[in-house]
């Protein structure tokens, strides 16, 4: 079965800039096509942030990152990330790495890892 282990959350001030990385692993026919990133602020609802499809060349963001943040995996496909700059308070929320499978359903989630922007 997909894994996903997240790393890179923490607190920056405003302006500043985080990757956050996901490891997944498992059995070939398990290993997911399209990865994604998602979050939750607090006193909000999760909400969609990015998506890659590495087969298309495919990418997807959500309005109120498009231009700051760029996900995007490695060679391998073993890795995925969400490299965050000119990052804003609003964007604080804990992130979570997720994975469709079957495709089209998001059905793996990491355990997410907290991101702070204040001064």
């Known amino acids: 079965q997909v894994q996903l282990v997240e790393s890179g959350g923490g607190s920056v001030q405003p302006r500043g800039s985080l990757r956050l990385s996901c490891v997944i692993s498992g059995r070939p026919d398990r290993m997911p096509v399209t990865m994604g990133w998602f979050r939750r602020a607090p006193q909000k609802e999760r909400e969609f942030v990015a998506r890659?499809?590495?087969?298309?060349?495919?990418?997807d963001y959500t309005n109120s990152v498009k231009g700051r943040f760029t996900i995007s995996t490695d060679n391998a496909g073993s890795t995925v990330y969400l490299q965050m700059n000119s990052l804003k308070p609003e964007d604080t929320a804990v992130y979570y790495c997720?994975?469709?499978?079957?495709?089209?359903?998001?059905?793996?989630w990491g355990q997410g890892t907290q991101v702070t922007v204040s001064s």
């Open positions: 890659i499809t590495p087969i298309t060349g495919a990418y």
């Open positions: 997720a994975a469709q499978e079957p495709i089209g359903t998001w059905s793996k």
